[in-house]
């Protein structure tokens, strides 16, 4: 391989090919009903599209108890732990400020929620409503995160 050739793959197309993914984790926050189980859905602070609480890791926290906070943050969530492993992943890219895509993978944590508070600290920057896993893949644009909640 020419030396051309050779910078070309080491500083454009090995970085294209080779994107390092960033990490998120989410809270897949469920309820019992006697109609069958419901997902709590949140719309995303920028575009208002349908998504589930999640957010980057949290120093001192494990992927749980990041879910857990971001729950607790962007939806009112009051719950105990969850498991310690996740029920799942999905891929995004996330749009970044400045217009770029980041690619991240995301670790999906299953919620039991016991309450949601009506005073929490995205209150008033996002909608939030209980729908059914079949409603909530139809609602999600993620078609991983969709076949997760299929999977339910």
Not at 23 to 45: D, K, M, N, W, Y
Not at 84 to 105: C, N, R
Request: hydrophobic share 40%; aromatic share 8%; glycine share 6%.
């Amino acid at each position: 391989m020419s030396a051309w050739l050779r910078k070309i793959w080491e500083e454009v197309a090995r970085p294209i090919f080779l994107r390092p993914r960033r990490v998120q984790f989410a809270a897949l926050c469920t309820r019992a009903t006697l109609e069958g189980p419901e997902v709590l859905l949140i719309t995303s602070r920028d575009t208002g599209r349908w998504i589930i609480p999640k957010g980057w890791p949290i120093e001192g926290k494990d992927g749980a108890e990041t879910a857990l906070q971001e729950a607790w943050e962007e939806a009112g969530v009051r719950a105990p732990s969850p498991a310690k492993e996740p029920v799942g992943h999905f891929t995004y890219d996330k749009i970044m400020k400045d217009g770029s895509a980041q690619p991240v993978l995301t670790s999906v944590y299953r919620v039991e929620v016991r309450e949601l508070a009506d005073d929490f600290p995205e209150a008033g920057k996002r909608k939030r409503v209980w729908v059914s896993p079949a409603t909530a893949a139809e609602r999600v644009n993620e078609p991983e995160l969709s076949d997760l909640l299929l999977q339910m």
